[in-house]
């Protein structure tokens, strides 16, 4: 790995737009969760909470390929955090990394500054692809959005993480937290919308009808409310899932031309967290199925879709297969 005195612009272009979205930063978790176990090492929840080594501010963190969930994917939820991948041998590194922890203190929290020695974590410089250090990357919500190589002039950096802070603040709660914190002032909590909070209620004593009916009454006026949208997926799911039994698989597998069956036993697998097992259950009765039949599977699977994160693998795999089966 070869170190650069200063960025190819079109070099830091390309490799923004090749981890955007590509990059799965989920690889090192199974690593770290095992490790995290061993050591009983407490996740880092929000911006601000300990973790800091080797006397640095809690916005600037030293991370491992153990750590790495926790400090860099997991933080990255509240507010921006920013890998600076670097090495001991790399002089530009050593030119950079000041920069960017002058700036991370001056950020005061609004994002955090995760340094990793990729000699001593070859695995993470591995995850982004990493030809050349110092490299520098953006996350955001758990995902890389933006990156570049090279030892940029100070200036440059400033106006890097400014664009970055004014893209995600509306994104990302911790940034404006941070912000209104460091000028002495406690954020506004958001006033709570009593339409939901009657559904919510609904939901914690069981009575699902209720719970439906206020989430579909929030949506018949509002019809783009995507949360209100997902939670009517819930409460929909929750009363079929109350009332699934074990044994709804084993009548739905003797029987596999009984549509009832098979849609009773996806929830029963969905409920035991079978996931693959259930969609691929409907998939297949989809494909055995015409008419208001297969309708009617379809619009069963696409309901426990929205059950789901939209990026989630598992339901972007279904989707494909669901597409295959139809056409």
């Not at 929909?236 to 709804?248: C, G, I, M, N, V």
Request: aromatic share 4%; proline share 7%.
């Amino acid at each position: 790995m070869e170190d650069v005195t200063r960025p190819d612009p079109r070099q830091s272009a390309a490799l923004s737009a090749a981890l955007s979205g590509a990059v799965d930063l989920s690889a090192l978790k199974a690593r770290a969760d095992a490790a995290q176990q061993q050591s009983r090492r407490p996740a880092a929840s929000a911006p601000g909470a300990a973790g800091a080594t080797g006397g640095q501010s809690s916005w600037i963190i030293d991370v491992t390929e153990a750590t790495f969930q926790a400090d860099v994917v997991e933080r990255s939820l509240q507010v921006p955090v920013v890998v600076d991948l670097w090495a001991d041998w790399c002089g530009p590194c050593k030119q950079l990394s000041p920069v960017l922890e002058r700036a991370a203190q001056a950020g005061g929290g609004a994002w955090v500054l995760a340094k990793v020695d990729v000699d001593a974590n070859p695995r993470i410089a591995q995850l982004f692809g990493v030809q050349s250090i110092p490299t520098v990357v953006a996350i955001a919500g758990g995902q890389p959005i933006d990156a570049f190589s090279g030892a940029l002039p100070e200036p440059e950096i400033k106006q890097w993480i400014a664009r970055l802070l004014d893209a995600l603040r509306d994104r990302l709660p911790g940034i404006r937290a941070a912000e209104q914190n460091a000028q002495g002032t406690e954020p506004e909590p958001e006033p709570e919308d009593p339409r939901f909070v009657a559904a919510e209620e609904a939901l914690e004593r069981g009575d699902y009808a209720a719970a439906e009916a206020a989430y579909q009454q929030i949506l018949d006026a509002e019809p783009g409310n995507e949360l209100a949208r997902n939670a009517l997926a819930q409460a929909r799911f929750l009363a079929r899932a109350e009332a699934a039994k074990p044994e709804d698989i084993e009548r739905a597998n003797a029987a596999p031309d009984d549509v009832d069956a098979q849609l009773a036993a996806a929830d029963a697998e969905l409920a035991g967290q079978l996931v693959d097992a259930a969609f691929n259950r409907l998939i297949d009765t989809i494909r055995r199925t015409s008419g208001s039949d297969r309708d009617r599977v379809r619009e069963h699977l696409v309901g426990l879709f929205e059950l789901f994160p939209p990026d989630d693998p598992e339901v972007a795999k279904a989707r494909r297969n669901l597409a295959s089966a139809l056409f």
